[in-house]
């Protein structure tokens, strides 16, 4: 390698809010989520050697591997995937599978993820793997949940490594019930009221006369 | 015999700014001696502050820290006072010519405010402008409503209003054009708001849009007082459709240009624009970082780095130095890498006095481009790109300033090294001496250990003295202390270190990478790398603000230390070197000087500046 192609060859660093950056330092993770109707995707870009730290546990800067090597680390990558993030979906554990495990244009590992199951409306996000890292390690998070472009975005950290965010897509017909009643509270609340004091009031008027028209039926 | 000061402007001490009043109307108060105008009068010239009085809330009573100037002669003495509503001023303390710029109040009572008058020859000059106790350690900046989710990523300051504070300018970013707002430090008020328009929604972190600002580790955004007249204006990236503060929308009719726009610090009207190099326009807009440098020793300049990228393969790399005149902007000089012109570049910038010459030089990781625009040096000895890289002072026995920088994956094995910065010739390198070179992402320099000859400097191959070379911490099992960040905090001349939200001292004993003794932990949100949008001295004494966004996105809050001290130095925002460090955050690295900031040090030599004169 020439000394010229080596100065005009810098890996770039950082994140987007748009979506996980397209090269990464050793210490920082990008994560980008989207929630759909029918499934969560979750796509996690990290450099080789974190990636190969949470596979294997090896430490040091010195242990990563060449982007040709990669083959040779597929499988357990692969099986890395999964326990990348931890996500429960309206409390209960969202389990999810690995689709793909890649290297970027930039020579990072991009796993890609999906759930079996549709997102329910309050999804959180645990970087688990920042519980195996030594602190230091940040995992950027940025979650979609209705539109191409996401709507939140946290840097997830050692001693803070958890965000939630509300499924706007969420399908749910309870969820959707308990929109308009949080949004309409006070009208359906007032709506509810003069209903019911009017069935109140005509219950209260025609019981007699119903009586009397039974009786008077009756006879 | 001191007369009243001004009212605070907010006498609620939780209310929004650190309030204060302008007792020291149109100069620095406190003290002719730093007046404004004052100083060295062929030296550089820099904002004229006031004395940053701040009274942040230490336990029952206030700690009242207040700055001295680079300006002020060695023995200039303070007496600090308090007014409680309009009681007459009693005296609080007086700070000797060998006592720190703070001191404890225990029994402030209610209401109270403060200022402080420099005594020089027996005689005691004007207030500072008062300022009312806070409620807490931090002073509250509430944050304008913007898009949902909308963060603060980075922060700049610099004297909008001319005020004699610092005032406060942040990105706000979402998923929509990044927004740049300028606050008044003093009332919490925002003053205005920059819009990046429809070319800034691009914030790819290696190919954004021709408007983007603060994507990945670029900034495209400055703040300085960079015509010299006392208020600070903004250096911003532009491209069509760009909206400045007064809802003026920049038209122009290639996408593809792109301009270095100076806004008015008080309005946020683009007062002019100058275009960026468009040596390589056909790949695409560059992305840059933005700083500010005194490239004839005297008055400031804007400077830009930028880089784009050919086709996903090499980069290019252009840098610019921009004069502004009050009304225009001109171009100084253009520098580019190519034909072997230059070295490997960084993942940020530094300006600063390298061959002491007083002007200043735009450094970079691999490279020294000199005041005039042409290379100074290359590092030779197989150096190639890393992420970091921090000059100062590292070691008073030696002449000059030294370097430390880090190496991402060199083939030759260089892991690390350290250098000269007048010449840089490389005087200790360290290599991995099983093959190739780690990517070691990370790497600083503070003073921790008393004992070791100057600072120390380390990444993940261990911690040397920078005086005799000793390995003063091998790395083994993961043992240095994370390397991330100086800071000033707690009052000694050794450093502490900020890694994301918390500030402490590393334990010597115990030199376990995780045991720490932590001064402060600020509440609010980290951004990338571990960094907070900002820290730097911009209020009190010598130590360092750090500036975060609280969780809810609703206020800015910049704390200040409540420990207490004897050691007298000057504002680190006088010094050349930290105070051109302060406009450059895109990958954020530590804010350094340019004397020997540690244990045992010397008194260091007044900074050869002088304060800009008001009208």
Known sequence: ?219 | MAGGAGAGAFAGSGTAGFGGSGAGSGGTGGGAAGACGGGNPSGRIMECLDRGVVAPKSGTGNFVSFRLFGTDPPDITFRLYRQNGSAAPVMVCSRAANQGTSCLDANPGSGATYFVRAVTGGVEGAPSPAVPALAQDYVRIPLAAAASGAYVHLAWTGDLDGDGSFDIVVDRISSAAPLVEGYSARTGARLWRLDTGPLGVNQDNIEGGAATISNGHWDGVTVFDFDADGDAEVAVKTANGFVFGDGTTLRHANDQDQFVSIVNGRTGAEITRAPLPNDYLSDGPLQCHFGAGYLDGVRPNVIVKCKNRVGSGAFNLVAAAYDFSGTALTRRWKFTRSNNNGGADYHQIRILDVDGDGKDEVADGGYVIDDDGTLLYALGSGVIHGDRFHITDMDPARPGLEGFGIQQDNPNGLETYYYDARTGQILRSYSNPNGAGADMGRGTVADLFPDQPGFEYWSFNGMYAAGSGALVVAEENENVPWPNFLMQWDGDTGGELLDNNRVGDWNLTARSRNTYSWRRTFDGLVQARGAIPFYGDILGDWREEALLETADHAELRIYTTTYETDVRLYTLAHNPAYRNSLTVHGYKQSHLVDYFLGHGMAAPPAPRIRLAARP
């Open chain 1, 1 to 219: 390698v020439t000394r010229g192609a080596l100065v005009l060859a810098p890996a770039l660093v950082a994140l987007s809010f748009a979506g996980p950056a397209r090269a990464h330092d050793p210490f920082e993770i990008t994560a980008l989520a989207r929630l759909g109707a029918s499934e969560l995707v979750l796509e996690v870009t990290m450099a080789r050697g974190t990636a190969l730290r949470l596979a294997t546990g090896r430490t040091g800067p010195r242990e990563t591997f060449a982007p040709k090597a990669f083959p040779e680390h597929h499988a357990k990558l692969l099986a890395l995937a999964p326990s990348l993030y931890a996500i429960t979906s309206d409390g209960a554990a969202l389990p999810l599978r690995a689709r793909s495990v890649a290297l970027t244009e930039e020579g990072d590992v991009l796993s890609v993820l999906a759930s079996a199951e549709s997102p329910g409306e309050r999804v959180r996000f645990r970087a688990s793997h920042l519980g195996v890292l030594p602190e230091g390690y940040t995992s950027a998070l940025s979650v979609a949940t209705s539109a191409e472009k996401p709507t939140y975005y946290k840097l997830l950290v050692a001693t803070d490594p958890e965000l939630e965010v509300e499924h706007e897509g969420s399908p749910g017909l309870a969820r959707a019930a308990r929109r308009v009643f949080d949004d309409y509270a006070p009208l359906i609340l007032l709506l509810g009221a003069l209903v019911g004091g009017r069935i109140v009031e005509r219950v209260t008027r025609r019981e007699p006369g119903a009586t009397r028209r039974v009786v008077q039926a009756g006879e």
